[in-house]
Nanobody, 126 residues
């Protein structure tokens, strides 16, 4: 079992920045690929970014590429999502998730993820 807790959400103006954190506890965090997903009101949960447990492999949704950066600190059992140049369409509940995978593997697919956090709200005003 892996327990995930997100933090760092809030209200920010368009063009601003936020840094989300996801703290993990339980099984060995460093053996899990991690992902960030988001769900806007009335929409399905969508992929945002993912990172392998080695940190070597990364992937982003086209909508956030160049603006968001995913990273992880296995010594602190934490994954981060740095969000810059935020837009109103980035408004959503952001979830982190854990996926057991090989060292360089990751997934963009929601159903591959075994453990999920409770989510943190990000609201971007225009």
């Amino acid at each position: 079992q892996v327990h995930l807790v997100e933090s760092g959400g809030g209200l920010v103006q368009a063009g601003g920045s936020l840094r989300l954190s996801c703290a993990a506890s339980g099984r060995t965090f460093s053996r899990y690929a991690m992902g960030w997903f988001r769900q806007a009101t009335g929409k399905e949960r969508e992929f945002v970014a993912t990172i392998s447990w080695s940190g070597e492999s990364l992937a982003y949704a086209d909508s956030v590429k160049g603006r968001f950066t995913i990273s992880r600190d296995n010594a602190k059992d934490t994954v981060y999502l740095q969000m810059n140049s935020l837009k109103p369409e980035d408004t959503a509940v952001y979830y982190c998730a854990a996926h057991p995978a090989c060292s360089s593997c990751y997934s963009r697919t929601r159903n591959d993820y075994e453990y999920w956090g409770q989510g943190t709200q990000v609201t971007v005003s225009s």
